[in-house]
């Protein structure tokens, strides 16, 4: 029984399933016939409204292109009136308002490239033609209008105004143009000179190079690099050149420089070595200043243009120098070509940096080229010197053997050797990378040796040969003291020194030798002598005394300390000797007839007229 009523529940539950699904199919059926329907009334809508779309699609292609059209319209319209507004400030020309102008120009230029990218419009071809003569006539313009702002800011430098660029230590002493700036010594000027700061001049207003700037710009945008170039290259390089007319640069030759005085050279060497300073640290720096900012952003032509500008000043400056270099060789020119070497080493940097351009560096490589020119004229001049002073035959004797002229010239031109002995190391070293301590000291050595070469063939001029000595010693003696007083004595060192005062002092010992080897006393033969022997020895004594008295108190020992140890040196000689001969013999005289007649002198009489001995007296001096 419960089997039967639980299969009959699961036969109830299944017809039941069977027949919701049998409704559930015919749904489906009925909502796929009405689905099918739509889709077929929608083909149908779609196929009707086809002839619409198609139209609406056109209408609206139409519009875009009559809003494209209408947009290019005003455009072209915008440009036309553009190009209508720079006519008419370009017709006006720059004089009224240069900015303006340029404005205009870039304007100008702005349609016409408009115009240009949109030629497939009919009129445009009338327009561009238009434009470019425009354009054309603007540049034309704008070129005069750069030729005249440049020449009416473009003024020669005045020469004061310049020197008060220098640092206070090199302006010139009384201020007049071409003076030599006012320093004591070659060393003191060295100093000066590291140290200086110098000040460029302002040659041209701030508020201009702008517009020239702009002006030029515009000039090289249309094409007109050259027709810039030369308006450029005219206008500054003629005031340029002014402006060292004005401080006193002139262009000379080698044959102007050798028919000039020695004076006069020497004044214009000086000169020049301040012209080159002002020029270079000044003039060529503040020239590269307003050429780079005017023609700034064109590198090959603002280098270009810089140095045609300066190429014929430079050129007038080098030409001097080479000039000098060139000329006839002189021991006189030596210090001046040191001068002119040192100006050029000093410059060296600023003339690397101004003229640092491939179109600068044929002036670049002459101002090198002249440093050493310079420096081996100098180097030449070295070698002529210690020739010259070795070979000197100047017929001007020293009467009373003092220290001759040569001497003092020569040891005065070795103190200034060493006063430039930072500058002669860097000489030294453009052509030998030895020591340059080493090479001065064997240069100075050489002209030490050739110098007392020369005194020695002088000496042989005197016929008394006590002079001769007295001259070499005195000679000698000067040139010691002279070292030991220089720099000249840390080179030569301590044994050049004592080896020369070992020469005085046989020079001073030869002439005492000379002189007073014959002294009372003094002669080896005394014992036995009878009263007649002992007038005899007097009477010569008196008379050899009296005359080398007469003589040698005209000499000359010029150094006070010298002079007095050689008189001590001869008393020592004499009156140790003549006290002994007249204690030992004079008692034979006095107690005889007219004993004054051969003792005519006492010792004190004798060392009172040693101390007339090299004071250079003259014959009526000694008279009185």
């Not at 354009?135 to 800011?153: G, P, T, V, Y």
């Not at 070795?390 to 009373?400: P, S, W, Y």
């Not at 007095?564 to 009156?575: G, I, K, N, W």
Request: one cysteine or more; proline letters at 4%.
């Amino acid at each position: 029984m419960g089997v039967t009523k639980v299969m009959e529940a699961l036969n109830e539950r299944a017809t039941f399933v069977k027949e919701s699904l049998q409704k559930s199919q015919s749904i489906t059926d009925s909502m796929v016939s009405i689905l099918g329907s739509f889709d077929s009334r929608l083909s149908a809508l779609e196929t009707a409204m086809r002839p619409t779309q198609i139209r609406t699609h056109s209408i609206r292609r139409a519009h875009e292109n009559i809003d494209k059209t209408l947009t290019v319209a005003e455009l072209m319209l915008a440009q036309f009136d553009l190009t209508r507004k720079a006519e008419a400030k370009i017709l006006r020309g720059p004089h009224e308002d240069l900015e303006m102008y340029l404005e205009a120009i870039n304007q100008l230029r702005s349609c016409l490239q408009f115009f240009t990218s949109n030629k497939s419009f009919k009129p445009t071809d009338t327009v561009i033609t238009h434009a470019n003569n425009l354009l054309s006539k603007a540049i034309s313009k704008l070129e005069d209008e750069f030729r005249n702002l440049l020449a009416n800011h473009s003024k020669p430098v005045e020469p004061d105004c310049l020197f008060e660029c220098l640092p206070n230590t090199l302006r010139p002493s009384t201020g007049e143009q071409g003076d030599e700036p006012n320093t004591r010594s070659h060393s003191e000027h060295q100093k000066n000179v590291q140290n200086a700061v110098y000040t460029p001049p302002t040659i041209m207003l701030p508020r201009v190079l702008p517009l020239l700037h702009d002006l030029a710009h515009q000039m090289v945008q249309a094409g007109h690099q050259q027709q810039l170039f030369r308006i450029y290259r005219d206008t500054r390089a003629a005031v340029l050149e002014q402006s060292l007319k004005k401080l006193g640069v002139e262009r000379l030759s080698k044959d102007d420089v050798q028919k000039m005085q020695w004076e006069v050279l020497e004044a214009k060497i000086g000169n020049w070595i301040h012209y080159m300073r002002i020029a270079v640290k000044l003039l060529f720096v503040a020239e590269k200043k307003i050429c780079d900012q005017i023609l700034d952003g064109v590198d090959t032509l603002r280098d270009q243009c810089f140095a045609e500008v300066t190429a014929n000043s430079v050129s007038t400056l080098l030409s001097f120098g080479e000039a000098i270099a060139k000329s006839k060789r002189s021991p006189e020119k030596l210090f001046v070509l040191l001068d002119m070497y040192e100006i050029m080493r000093e410059l060296h940097s600023e003339i690397e940096s101004v003229f640092g351009s491939k179109s600068c560096v044929e002036m670049r490589d002459s101002a090198f080229s002249l440093t050493k020119r310079l420096a081996e004229t100098a180097q030449e001049t070295f070698v002529d010197f210690e020739e010259a002073v070795e070979k000197d035959a100047t017929k001007t004797a020293v009467l009373d053997g003092t220290v001759h002229p040569l001497t003092s010239y020569v040891i005065n031109y070795v103190k200034f050797l060493f006063d430039y002995r930072t500058t002669l190391k860097q000489l030294f070293q453009e052509f030998d990378d030895t020591d340059p301590d080493s090479q001065l000291a064997t240069v100075t050595i050489r002209i030490m040796q050739a110098l007392q070469a020369n005194l020695d063939g002088k000496s042989k001029q005197y016929r008394d040969p006590a002079l001769t000595q007295l001259f070499l010693m005195n000679n000698i003696h000067y040139i010691v003291r002279s070292v030991r007083r220089s720099e000249a004595k840390d080179l030569l060192g301590d044994d050049w020194v004592q080896i020369q005062r070992r020469i005085v002092q046989q020079h001073a010992n030869q002439y005492k030798r000379i002189s007073w080897a014959k002294a009372p006393g003094g002669e080896s033969n005394n014992a036995g002598l009878s009263r007649a022997g002992v007038k005899d020895r007097f009477k010569t004594f008196n008379t050899q005394f009296e005359e080398l008295h007469l003589r040698q108190s005209q000499w000359t020992v010029p150094d006070s300390e010298l002079r007095e140890s050689l008189r001590l040196a001869v008393a020592e000689v004499l009156l140790p000797a003549f006290r002994s001969f007249l204690k030992r013999f004079g008692p034979m005289i006095e107690n005889g007839k007219n004993p004054q007649k051969y003792i005519r002198y006492s010792p004190e009489d004798l060392e009172r007229m040693l101390n007339e001995f090299f004071e250079g007296k003259t014959w009526n001096e000694q008279k009185r």
